[in-house]
């Protein structure tokens, strides 16, 4: 008779494919994450969350000019549901 053991703690599996080794902590979500899923400091679903202009900030939304994704910081113009991000605004990234 086999019993599945849970409460091992010294083998955390990656929280994104499940399948490998968690050796890394995401820096922004604490997700922990296999060294395939984890990229100078952050996982990959926050890489890809992540806002395209300044890499720096996660995003909130898509530019509507350029389709960027982009955070609240790069945003230039916004009235709720129109976003247009600095650089379609001719602004210098923050
Ligand atoms: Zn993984
Ligand atoms: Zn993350
Ligand atoms: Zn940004
Ligand atoms: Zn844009």
Redesign the pocket.
Known sequence: MRRPIFGLRNSLKCEICEEREARNTCSICGRSVCDLHFKEGICSICEMSMCELCKKNLSIGY?E??G?LICEECVAYSNGSRR??K??AGLPPS
Do not use: E, G, L
């Open positions: 530019c000019s350029c960027s247009i991000c650089k379609c």
